[in-house]
């Protein structure tokens, strides 16, 4: 699986940003897919994950009630809109897929993923 993440770039804190993650692939319904981030000296951090419908979603603590994540299996894409965003959002951000059988619980651990895009960078400035 082939990802394609763009739609980074740079922002005032309490902007929005739409993050966007696009793949070729004829099975993309078939992944759970996430978003994650890195900021400079930091590691990997898990941002969100959707199910294969888009039925669940999970995210992680630090952006819950300002992020969503969603996805359009006939377009095979998957988003990542960013709100009230602030400084400490900066950072790369990467989509990633996973197979997993249906009913399994979302990961939420970059080592639980497969594929990788190859990261959007986002800079939210004070």
């Known amino acids: 699986v082939q990802l394609q993440a763009s739609g980074g770039g740079l922002v005032q804190a309490g902007g929005s940003l739409r993050l966007s993650c696009a793949t070729s692939?004829?099975?993309?319904?078939?992944?759970?897919m996430g978003w994650f981030r890195q900021a400079p000296g930091k590691e990997r951090e898990f941002v969100a994950a959707?199910?294969?419908?888009?039925?669940?979603?999970y995210y992680g603590d630090s952006v819950k009630g300002r992020f969503t994540i969603s996805r359009d299996n006939a377009k095979k894409m998957v988003y990542l809109q960013m709100n009230s965003l602030k400084p400490e959002d900066t950072a790369v951000y990467y989509c990633?897929?996973?197979?997993?059988?249906?009913?399994?619980?979302?990961?939420?651990?970059?080592?639980?993923?497969?594929?990788w895009g190859q990261g959007t960078l986002v800079t939210v400035s004070s």
């Open positions: 990633a897929a996973t197979y997993l059988p249906r009913g399994s619980r979302l990961p939420f651990h970059p080592g639980d993923y497969d594929y």
């Open positions: 692939d004829d099975t993309f319904s078939k992944y759970v």
């Open positions: 959707i199910s294969w419908g888009g039925i669940s979603t």
